[in-house]
């Protein structure tokens, strides 16, 4: 069964810091990608980040490169994007996402599966 569950959103301003937290279920956290998604109001929804199961270093939108760190605890069946320096264009929707066929690509892998969001504002 596949579940993702985000939490960690909020509200901070610009140059802030937040950590998204994605507890998944042990069925989807052993898939071969996992990423984050973010949708802000009157866009599409678009890739931030990737992490591979197997060899191969994350993969990072040109937007976030620098700033954002995808990560994972094994122990705990939970990915994590750690967000720095964050600016208001980040305000979004953010969604962790596990690979399905057929689904969205980004960064060699297609996601299909969500989780509910969690919100992040960044204010001027």
């Known amino acids: 069964q596949v579940q993702l569950v985000e939490s960690g959103g909020g509200s901070v301003q610009a140059g802030g810091s937040l950590r998204l937290s994605c507890a998944a279920s042990e069925y989807t956290y052993k898939t071969a990608c996992m990423g984050w998604f973010r949708q802000a109001p009157g866009k599409e929804r678009e890739g931030v980040a990737v992490?591979?199961?197997?060899?191969?270093?994350?993969y990072y939108a040109d937007s976030v490169k620098g700033r954002f760190t995808i990560a994972q605890d094994n122990a705990k069946n939970t990915l994590y994007l750690q967000m720095n320096i964050l600016k208001p264009e980040d305000t979004a929707m953010y969604y962790c996402a596990a690979v399905r066929p057929g689904g969205t690509k980004f960064g060699s892998c297609t996601f299909g599966y969500w989780g509910q969001g969690t919100q992040v504002t960044v204010s001027s």
């Open positions: 992490l591979y199961s197997g060899p191969g270093s994350p």
